[in-house]
């Protein structure tokens, strides 16, 4: 444990005391599957991002290709981050650690005041940092099993039209679990962070967040009373859901 969270330390050092570029260089000399990194002001959340062939390697491998309960932050490998067709949605992974680190403080956006404070996350991507700001918290199921046989595709790359990207939006609000000023259009931008939840077994944590533009306003938060959330939230709690599988309020490509 000490090993790899000192090797993020020292990570952490190069990104501080060099410009973005040297810091990348040195970063992907280390390990070349490095290609970012990600920081949400005063959290622990300040790593670097890596991307392989597959969304499994990391999970228990360090960013010195270690063995580690801890992992690393990565980039879903099917994302595609330079030239023209780069991924309007690209979703980063991490694991949700008791102490807190890697991707365990996103279980605090589950907390309105958190989310008031903290917003905003920067993504660098080839030396060149992006900032977004937080649209959604979505506690989602990780098998079809676990909501009458369906599963919002959160990780969605990259939308056909303008129709395909409206419903993807739709279903954002409804599962939100706030409500907010900031409003998306067809053409913006997102980051998707997701980690694990004990909402129930094999539950997931999704924060999806805007790229900022020119216009952008101050996010306002307010809580959202009847969110949507997989079938197997209601289970763990002896609910009913507070919706049904025909439910019109759904685009019709996202019922179950």
């Known amino acids: 444990i000490y090993r790899g969270l000192s090797q993020i330390d020292d990570a952490r050092d190069i990104f501080a005391k060099h410009s973005t570029a040297e810091a990348f260089n040195k970063l992907s000399a280390k390990n070349s599957d490095f290609k970012g990194w990600l920081t949400i002001d005063s959290t622990d959340i300040n790593n670097p991002l890596y991307q392989t062939v597959n969304n499994t390697y990391y999970v228990n491998h360090n960013m010195n290709k270690q063995k580690s309960r801890y992992g690393a932050l990565f980039i879903d490998y099917r994302n595609t981050l330079t030239g023209e067709n780069t991924s309007e949605n690209l979703v980063i992974y991490g694991q949700n650690m008791d102490d807190?680190?890697?991707?365990?403080?996103?279980?605090?956006y589950q907390d309105i005041s958190f989310i008031t404070k903290h917003s905003s996350i920067?993504?660098?991507l080839n030396s060149n940092k992006q900032n977004y700001t937080v649209y959604a918290?979505?506690?989602?199921?990780?098998?079809?099993?676990?909501?009458?046989?369906?599963?919002?595709?959160?990780?969605k790359s990259t939308f056909d039209n303008e129709t395909s990207f409206n419903n993807w939006i739709s279903e954002l609000n409804q599962r939100n679990l706030y409500n907010t000023n900031i409003e998306a259009v067809y053409g913006d931008e997102f980051l998707t962070l997701a980690t694990t939840n004990n909402a129930f077994d094999n539950a997931r944590l999704v924060i999806v967040a805007k790229k900022i533009t020119d216009n952008n306003v101050s996010p306002v938060y307010s809580v959202n009373k009847t969110p949507r959330y997989p079938k197997a939230w209601y289970d763990e709690r002896n609910l009913k859901p507070n919706y049904t599988s025909s439910d019109s309020s759904l685009p019709e490509e996202t019922s179950s």
């Open 122 to 124: 920067s993504l660098y």
């Open 100 to 108: 807190g680190t890697m991707f365990g403080t996103l279980s605090k």
């Open 137 to 155: 918290v979505l506690i989602m199921n990780a098998v079809k099993e676990d909501d009458d046989g369906y599963l919002f595709e959160f990780t």
